[in-house]
């Protein structure tokens, strides 16, 4: 069970409890998710299989887009839905207004993280201590909106207007921290009232499975799990490929530096390889380093 299962999430369950399903029902404790989404998010949540662990990593940098609903007059101790509520007097909020100050957030800024987050602090998740009563102070973080597109404009109560949005930002960015944002720009209250992740790098929601087909398949057996699962490397093509023959993969296995008979392919000096075998799977990555390539991860044959 080596590769990616890009999974649906609906709303209602944690990363985790996707986690731990697809344990089950792979029947491999080697299981990991390319970024968490809240409990009351649903969308596109990518699981890492077996080897695909190890490639994680490369993935964390992954663009996201979301779709957000942003309600106004209001804000939360959470900054969205699942917080305690606060009406906010303030300025009325108009779509013109607001369309003003959407234009304004593109682009990079700074970007306070929510006080309900699993940041550490001290060694302390922020969430714990605010559940405690407590404020931890959280730093800014440097974040990106390269884009912020209006979809729908409900102005029909005018102290509660509620904007639909799609959001495509950096990785790390707190769609619930850029609605309280909003709301403070505009001179009142504003939380998320629903986040949708539409993508996360390559992994897009409307080729993703649901868990309704992946308990499906479960019952069906491995081979029907298996048939779900994306190869390990996928959304890595841009890193480039070198075949090894199979000397050179146990060397490489052994962490051996290899100077591979079909050559470095297009990677320049320092760059990451994506090592492949015969059947053009992954096998591992390397680093070029001059006419030779450095193994740093290896799947285990």
Same mark, same amino acid.
């Given at each position: 069970?080596?590769?990616?299962?890009?999974?649906?999430?609906?709303?209602?369950?944690?990363?985790?409890?996707?986690?731990?399903?697809?344990?089950?029902?792979?029947?491999?404790?080697?299981?990991?998710?390319?970024?968490? %989404?809240?409990?009351?998010?649903?969308?596109? %949540?990518?699981?890492?299989?077996?080897?695909?662990?190890?490639?994680?990593?490369?993935?964390?940098?992954?663009?996201?887009?979301?779709?957000?609903? @942003?309600?106004?007059?209001?804000?939360?101790?959470?900054?969205?839905?699942?917080?305690?509520? *606060?009406?906010? #007097?303030?300025?009325?909020?108009? #779509?013109?207004?607001?369309?003003?100050?959407?234009?304004?957030?593109?682009?990079?800024?700074? *970007?306070?993280?929510?006080?309900?987050?699993?940041?550490?602090?001290?060694?302390?998740?922020?969430?714990?201590?605010?559940?405690?009563?407590?404020?931890?102070?959280?730093?800014?973080? *440097?974040?990106? %909106?390269?884009?912020?597109?209006?979809?729908?404009?409900?102005?029909?109560?005018?102290?509660?207007?509620?904007?639909?949005?799609?959001?495509?930002?950096?990785?790390?960015?707190?769609?619930?921290?850029? =609605?309280?944002?909003?709301?403070?720009?505009?001179?009142?209250? =504003?939380?998320?009232?629903?986040?949708?992740?539409?993508?996360?790098?390559?992994?897009? %929601?409307?080729?993703?499975?649901?868990?309704?087909?992946?308990?499906?398949?479960?019952? #069906?057996?491995?081979?029907?799990?298996?048939?779900?699962?994306?190869?390990?490397?996928?959304?890595?093509?841009?890193?480039?490929?070198? *075949?090894?023959?199979?000397?050179? @993969?146990?060397? =490489?296995?052994?962490?051996?530096?290899?100077?591979?008979?079909?050559?470095?392919?297009?990677?320049?000096?320092?760059?990451?390889?994506?090592? @492949?075998?015969?059947?053009?799977? @992954?096998?591992?990555?390397?680093?070029?380093?001059?006419?030779?390539?450095?193994?740093?991860?290896?799947?285990?044959?």
């Amino acid at each position: 069970m080596d590769g990616v299962l890009v999974i649906a999430k609906p709303a209602g369950p944690t990363s985790h409890d996707v986690v731990a399903l697809a344990r089950r029902l792979t029947g491999t404790r080697r299981v990991g998710h390319g970024g968490t %989404l809240d409990p009351f998010a649903s969308g596109v %949540l990518p699981l890492f299989l077996g080897f695909a662990t190890r490639l994680v990593e490369y993935h964390l940098g992954d663009e996201k887009a979301y779709r957000a609903t @942003i309600c106004f007059g209001a804000t939360s101790t959470t900054d969205d839905l699942d917080g305690e509520l *606060q009406p906010a #007097e303030g300025e009325t909020v108009t #779509e013109e207004r607001f369309r003003e100050t959407l234009a304004g957030f593109v682009g990079p800024r700074a *970007q306070r993280p929510p006080a309900y987050s699993a940041i550490q602090v001290g060694g302390r998740r922020a969430y714990d201590m605010a559940r405690a009563g407590e404020a931890p102070t959280l730093a800014d973080r *440097q974040v990106e %909106l390269r884009r912020l597109e209006l979809l729908e404009w409900d102005g029909s109560d005018p102290g509660r207007p509620v904007a639909i949005v799609d959001v495509t930002c950096s990785a790390g960015t707190y769609v619930r921290a850029l =609605a309280r944002d909003l709301g403070e720009a505009l001179g009142s209250g =504003a939380y998320l009232g629903s986040l949708v992740r539409t993508r996360s790098g390559p992994f897009e %929601l409307a080729d993703a499975t649901s868990l309704d087909t992946l308990r499906a398949a479960g019952a #069906e057996g491995p081979d029907a799990v298996r048939a779900l699962l994306r190869p390990a490397d996928v959304g890595l093509e841009s890193v480039a490929a070198v *075949q090894l023959t199979e000397a050179e @993969i146990t060397d =490489a296995a052994m962490g051996r530096f290899v100077r591979p008979e079909a050559g470095l392919g297009s990677a320049a000096d320092g760059d990451l390889v994506r090592l @492949i075998d015969a059947d053009h799977r @992954i096998i591992g990555i390397a680093r070029r380093d001059g006419r030779r390539l450095a193994p740093e991860k290896m799947a285990h044959r």
